[in-house]
């Protein structure tokens, strides 16, 4: 061990004692202190240095504080480490390599720059929120997208509020309290997240009425299933799963024909709600809220951030005299959207005008249509760099993957994709736990990595690695490298 002037006859080594801790007055009087000073405010950063010397007098109780950890250098580095790490947000943006596009828990869609600019703006300025710039008198918020979504849908009224579940709440609780809603067996969906068909009905004042059975409802059970308290016939979209085999179900243009002669309305819950053909991109089929509202539903309800692309909201659009009826049930109030989100839907909702170019313009669309020769590249280009990082350990291949829309669309549409595996090049006993500590490194990077384990190794899906990200994610990997070395 050398020796410098600071330990000329302790050993750096040696145990400090709690009585070797240094005063905070005397700390927040050294120069080198003063850049954190300034950096993060006095107040806080003095804050982090109480606590950090709390810290480090337990250790030193306990025997296991070095005089090393007590060396000016030591102790600025540290207390610079703890203030960085306390002043991190907590949301973060992360890379989302799961292989699912509309992660729920990543925060679904992201929004195309037309949008980013117009919630920008709606930050920083007043805006003409409920505000009539014709006449001058109160205006409705609703009024700043409803003939927009009218035109895209072909409905006669609309209106948003914070989510889809909310929708389905809202609308189930204006028309249907203390009332039957007729709901096939095989559509009493459950999203993550604890929304359940069921339990909203219930929270809603609306009592459930299932018919059918899970695999085959018929158009007979809708009909013998008609009475008195029937308030709503419901059709729900099966968005996370799929009914095969000996199946039956009814259309919307059935059960509208059904509740037709005895005018019952028929809502449906599209779910994910999709404004345009998808086939057009070589995307799997899905129905259109245009056709739902064709088909004769009087209501329908959709999300915001799922195939849609925009933010999170909840549409109701259908019938003018309903519409007008749910605008007027209280609940409306505490449901609705804020500015934010409308200035967000405005912009999306006007990429839909031209469709030549929404695969460009929507993010969400724009990754969703990648084609996979183009990740396949991305994939070779990054294989060479990640495997030198990571060193002989691991062993990295670039391999084709599938992807998934996810967000409970189209749930049996995959895409072909590809990216890279990384496992550990040894299969041991102990290759679990390096699994681990390599998903653990990811998570703790400053743009976390979210990959999936699979089958003894991490899966890392480039679908949602767009080029603009490449480097910053390339440059990573060093990072990686030395977290696993400790
Ligand atoms: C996703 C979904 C919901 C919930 O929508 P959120 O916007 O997440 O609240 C409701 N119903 C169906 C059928 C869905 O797919």
């Known amino acids: 061990m050398t020796t410098g002037p600071m330990t000329m006859n302790d050993s750096v080594s040696m145990p400090a004692r709690p009585a070797d801790i240094p005063s905070v007055d005397r700390l927040l009087n050294l120069p080198a202190l003063q850049p954190l000073l300034d950096q993060y405010g006095r107040a806080p950063a003095t804050a982090t240095l109480r606590r950090l010397l709390d810290t480090l007098r ?28 306390e ?14 596009v509309l992660h729920t828990n990543l925060g679904r869609a992201l929004l195309p720059d037309s949008a ?4 920008m703006r709606a930050m920083t300025a007043p805006a003409n929120l409920e505000f009539d710039l014709a006449t001058g008198g109160r205006g409705d918020r609703d009024d700043l997208i409803g003939d927009l979504l009218c035109t895209l849908t072909g409905a006669e009224a609309a209106t948003v509020v ?11 609780n204006t028309l249907a309290t203390r009332r039957e809603v007729v709901v096939s067996r095989g559509e009493l969906v459950e999203i993550g997240g604890a929304f359940r068909i069921p339990d909203i009905m219930q929270r809603a004042g609306a009592r459930l009425v299932e018919i059918g059975t899970t695999n085959r409802t018929h158009p007979h059970d809708y009909a013998n299933a008609v009475g008195a308290r029937t308030a709503l016939l ?34 449906v819950d599209l779910g994910s709600g999709t404004l345009c053909d998808l086939t057009r991109w070589g995307l799997p089929r899905e129905t259109t809220v245009r056709e739902t509202i064709e088909a004769g539903a009087d209501l329908v309800t959709f999300s915001g951030d799922k195939l849609l692309g925009g933010p999170q909201a909840g549409m109701i659009v ?4 309903l519409i ?13 959207v804020g500015k934010l989100t409308l200035a967000a839907l405005e912009p999306v909702l006007q990429c839909y005008r031209d469709p030549d170019t929404l695969a460009q313009a929507l993010p969400t669309l724009r990754l969703l249509t990648r084609q996979s020769g183009e990740i396949a590249a991305l994939a070779e280009r990054l294989l060479l760099p990640v495997q030198a990082a990571l060193g002989e350990a691991w062993q990295v291949a670039a391999v084709p993957m599938v992807s998934q829309i996810g967000s409970g669309a189209l749930p049996g549409g995959q895409l072909q994709s590809h990216g890279l595996v990384i496992g550990p090049r040894e299969q041991e006993k102990r290759s679990g736990r390096r699994l681990q500590q390599l998903e653990a490194a990811l998570r703790a990077l400053p743009r976390p990595v979210i990959g999936r384990v699979a089958e003894q190794a991490l899966w890392l899906d480039l679908r949602c690695l767009e080029a603009t990200d490449e480097a910053a994610f390339a440059a990573q990997w060093p990072a990686v490298a030395e977290a696993l070395r400790r």
């Open 87 to 100: 002043h991190q947000p907590r949301l973060r943006a992360v890379f989302n390599l799961t292989g699912t």
């Open 162 to 172: 914070n989510n889809n579940a909310a929708a389905v709440l809202l609308m189930l």
């Open 324 to 336: 007008a009826k749910i605008k007027r049930n209280p609940l409306k109030r505490a449901l609705r």
């Open 58 to 85: 337990a250790r030193a109780v306990a025997g296991e504080l070095t005089r090393q950890a007590l060396a000016e250098p030591a102790l600025v580095q540290a207390l610079a480490a703890r203030l960085a790490r």
């Open 234 to 267: 419901m059709k729900v979209h099966c968005s996370n799963y799929e009914i095969t085999g000996f199946t039956r179900s009814v259309d919307v243009a059935e059960v509208v024909r059904i509740a037709q002669p005895h005018g019952i309305p028929v809502v």
């Open 116 to 119: 980013v600019q117009a919630v």
């Open 318 to 321: 259908g019938r003018a005299d």
